[in-house]
T-cell receptor, first 109, second 115 residues
Framework: GIQVEQSPPDLILQEGANSTLRCNFS?????LQWFHQNPWGQLINLFY???GTKQNGRLSATTVATERYSLLYISSSQTTDSGVYFC???????????FGKGTKLSVKP | DSGVTQTPKHLITATGQRVTLRCSPR?????VYWYQQSLDQGLQFLIQ???????AKGNILERFSAQQFPDLHSELNLSSLELGDSALYFC??????????????FGPGTRLTVL
């Protein structure tokens, strides 16, 4: 099956810093989503991004499907950005998501 | 708020027991997906229903079963519970199923603790 690898596994930042999270996947995928899991466990949709670049405030994402990777950029990080960021690809024939192991982000004040 | 609701938020039970988790999808969504998040296995797909019919199965144990009702809400039944079943169970919904994939929206999850 499709493998999804995220890096780095852990990231500690000072408030105001920028960061880039990477997601590599092993095969062609129909689509890709980025999520933020907050400290309360809630999974929040960030981007649905099959290819190209999207931006939403301080966050942006780029997917290069032909090279099988996606990047999530966080600029001017805030303490509320802390949590785990997951990349998930649509690998099943019925559209179920296959998740990476996540990047745990800690933003210090 | 994703529009997907799950009840209960927390559930504490004993080994050997049976529990039912409930999910209501977003208005208009026909597909419901169940996922399990545990410390050792990460986030894993369990099962999917589309308009009342089972469409796909993932790593779902035989002790677990699910169904989707005519009003499109879904229930995940977990029986003969073991300590290792303790996890966060998510329900997600989307408009379609199959090759045309759409954004999946996740509910807040049910945290199950088996003692």
């Amino acid at each position: 099956g499709i493998q999804v690898e995220q890096s780095p596994p852990d990231l500690i930042l000072q408030e105001g810093a920028n960061s880039t999270l990477r997601c590599n996947f092993s095969d062609s995928v129909n689509n890709l989503q980025w999520f933020h899991q907050n400290p309360w466990g809630q999974l929040i949709n960030l981007f649905y991004i099959p290819s190209g670049t999207k931006q939403n405030g301080r966050l942006s994402a780029t997917t290069v499907a032909t090279e099988r990777y996606s990047l999530l950029y966080i600029s001017s990080s805030q303490t509320t950005d802390s949590g785990v960021y997951f990349c998930a690809v649509y690998g099943g024939s019925q559209g179920n998501l296959i998740f990476g192991k996540g990047t745990k982000l800690s933003v210090k004040p | 708020d994703s529009g997907v609701t799950q009840t209960p938020k927390h559930l504490i039970t004993a080994t050997g027991q049976r529990v039912t988790l409930r999910c209501s999808p977003r208005s208009g969504d026909l597909s419901v997906y169940w996922y399990q998040q545990s410390l050792d296995q990460g986030l894993q797909f369990l099962i999917q229903y589309y308009n009342g019919e089972e469409r796909a199965k993932g790593n779902i144990l035989e002790r677990f079963s699910a169904q989707q009702f005519p009003d499109l809400h879904s229930e995940l039944n977990l029986s003969s519970l073991e300590l290792g079943d303790s996890a966060l169970y998510f329900c997600a919904s989307s408009v379609t199923s199959g090759r045309r994939v759409d954004t999946q929206y996740f509910g807040p999850g049910t945290r199950l603790t088996v003692l």
